[in-house]
């Protein structure tokens, strides 16, 4: 079975998108490495589908750049990112390893909106030395910032999990014979990966990483970038609740909200401010967390904080608990569907972000694992047939503000969850992913993220900035 850890479902990384962003990102660091023994002359980089029609907005061309350039987008200096591009569009010349080669992504990025039978994202990378094609590579970008490469072989891990998850109903019989929680079971499969001591060290990266975000988020003003001249709201909702009391890091964040009253406007606010903060940065090519993608960063983040800050359980181990238990619900929609909007529309990232956020929250308030598979149901049932159409290609409009209905989704889903009884529930985990995935396949294209449908056509938007 393929095996999918919790550091595969939350990666870190740069906005705005993981399939349009992080994957082609990725894609140009692993060209980089395959031709560090040749010498080229020059390099075409093809971009396909969804990555040609959304990729201006998306910065696929600004990251493929980045990635061939040698950066990393877990450690790039986000703030450095744009003097980087602005380099190369003024030499128009590529550092590639040890050489420079003449490169102009005005002409070198072809965007190709014909759609490759393979993948909606599809993309190549093409070598050439003497005007004759030495090297290439057609890259399909999975979301979640998961790429594949045509023609490598699909290889089952070598690492034998002593409790292999392929379905809902895998994870419920385990739960079923071993007594443990959802988080249990997986730590015992991520224990097969690294040490715990690892383990404990990466998630506490991650959750430092959401944080740092959501301050950032909450104090930064302006207009988003991309020509369509959003304003950042978060800072404004943030002032408005905070109402004048200066908040430069996440302690003392933490200090006016343990002193306030918690009435369930004000809770309702914050978690919205939360999202959008996160998701604000992330239209600007910040530092943000794949959860499970970037256009759905905002949901995970805005329901922790929610529970660190608002509800009265703590437990040992909660937020080791929380991740754990949320990644394996996108494992699952991973594995029996997508969490790709050009192959799903967003219910594969929102809805799916949702239901993660929903089973996570549903175990560290005390519920029982089948209560905890039950909010993710009903979260993910709730977004299913959602679609993907940003204007003008952006992560923006209405992708920001979809962040914070789904954590508010997410946090209604875990309460229905903890209130109910599974025996009685009429829909279990693995029909809901088989329907999502089904109703992906049967929507129209124009709704999976190529902006040709829904919002994305009737407003009118000047063309994004390149």
Same mark, same amino acid.
């Given at each position: 079975m393929e095996s999918i850890s919790?550091?595969? @479902?939350? !990666?870190?990384?740069?906005? +705005?998108?993981?399939?349009?962003?992080? *994957?082609?990102?990725?894609?140009?660091?692993?060209?980089? $490495?395959?031709?560090?023994? !040749?010498?080229?002359?020059?390099?075409? @980089?093809?971009? =396909?589908?969804?990555?040609? !029609?959304?990729? /201006?907005?998306?910065?696929?061309?600004?990251?493929?750049?980045?990635g061939l350039l040698g950066h990393e987008p877990e450690t790039i200096k986000t703030e450095l990112i744009t003097q980087y591009l602005a380099d190369v569009k003024k030499n128009r010349i590529l550092s590639f390893n040890q050489n420079s080669i003449p490169f102009d992504p005005d002409q070198d990025i072809i965007f190709f909106n014909e759609e490759r039978p393979e993948h909606p994202n599809t993309m190549e990378i093409k070598a050439y030395l003497n005007k004759g094609l030495i090297y290439e590579e057609t890259y399909l970008s999975l979301g979640g910032?998961?790429?594949?490469?045509? *023609?490598?072989?699909? @290889?089952?891990?070598?690492?034998?999990? +002593? =409790? +292999?998850?392929? #379905?809902?109903? &895998?994870?419920?019989?385990?739960?079923?014979?071993?007594?443990?929680?959802?988080?249990?079971?997986?730590?015992?499969? $991520?224990?097969?990966?690294?040490?715990? !001591? $690892?383990? /404990? %060290?990466?998630i506490d990266r991650i959750f430092q990483t959401m944080k740092k975000c959501v301050i950032k988020g909450c104090t930064t003003s302006g207009i988003l970038p991309g020509g369509l001249n959003v304003k950042r709201r978060a800072k404004e909702l943030s002032d408005k609740l905070i109402s004048g009391y200066d908040i430069k890091n996440f302690k003392e964040l933490e200090l006016h909200l343990t002193d306030n009253l918690k009435d369930f406007n004000t809770v309702n606010r914050w978690v919205s401010c939360f999202a959008l903060a996160v998701n604000e940065e992330n239209a600007a090519m910040g530092r943000i967390v794949t959860s499970p993608t970037n256009g759905a960063a905002g949901v995970i983040p805005a329901v922790l904080l929610y529970y660190y800050f608002f509800c009265s359980r703590r437990m040992?181990?909660?937020? =080791?608990?929380?991740?754990? #238990?949320?990644?394996?619900?996108?494992?699952?929609?991973? /594995?029996?569907?997508?969490?790709?909007?050009?192959?799903?529309?967003?219910?594969?990232?929102?809805?799916?972000?949702?239901?993660?956020?929903?089973?996570?929250?549903?175990? @560290?308030?005390?519920?029982?694992?089948?209560?905890?598979?039950?909010?993710?149901e009903i979260a993910i049932e709730h977004h299913l047939g959602l679609t993907c159409d940003p204007i003008g290609g952006l992560v923006q409009i209405?992708?920001?503000?979809?962040?914070?209905? *789904?954590?508010?989704?997410?946090? #209604?889903?875990?309460?229905?969850?903890?209130?109910?009884? +599974?025996?009685?529930?009429?829909?279990?985990?693995?029909?809901?992913?088989?329907?999502?995935? &089904?109703?992906?396949?049967?929507?129209?294209? %124009?709704?999976?993220? #190529?902006s040709d449908g829904g919002l994305a056509f009737h407003i009118s938007v000047v063309s994004p900035e390149c």
């Open positions: 919790i550091f595969d @479902i939350y !990666k870190i990384g740069v906005g +705005p998108s993981s399939s349009h962003t992080l *994957g082609p990102w990725k894609a140009g660091l692993d060209f980089r $490495e395959q031709i560090s023994e !040749k010498t080229i002359d020059r390099l075409e @980089i093809w971009l =396909y589908g969804s990555l040609s !029609k959304t990729g /201006k907005g998306h910065a696929t061309d600004k990251a493929v750049q980045l910032g998961f790429i594949k490469k045509i *023609g490598d072989e699909n @290889i089952e891990s070598q690492v034998r999990l +002593p =409790y +292999p998850i392929e #379905t809902g109903q &895998d994870l419920t019989n385990h739960l079923n014979s071993t007594g443990m929680t959802i988080s249990e079971i997986v730590m015992q499969n $991520e224990l097969s990966l690294r040490s715990k !001591k $690892e383990i /404990k %060290n990466r040992p181990n909660d937020i =080791y608990r929380f991740f754990c #238990t949320s990644s394996e619900i996108g494992s699952l929609f991973k /594995k029996g569907a997508t969490i790709s909007a050009a192959e799903g529309g967003c219910q594969a990232e929102i809805g799916v972000s949702s239901a993660m956020a929903a089973a996570g929250l549903t175990e @560290i308030l005390g519920g029982t694992p089948s209560q905890a598979i039950m909010a993710a209405p992708c920001i503000e979809r962040n914070a209905m *789904g954590a508010m989704k997410a946090i #209604t889903a875990a309460n229905l969850a903890l209130s109910g009884d +599974p025996t009685f529930s009429k829909v279990d985990l693995d029909t809901v992913i088989k329907t999502m995935w &089904d109703t992906a396949q049967s929507m129209h294209k %124009n709704y999976k993220e #190529t």
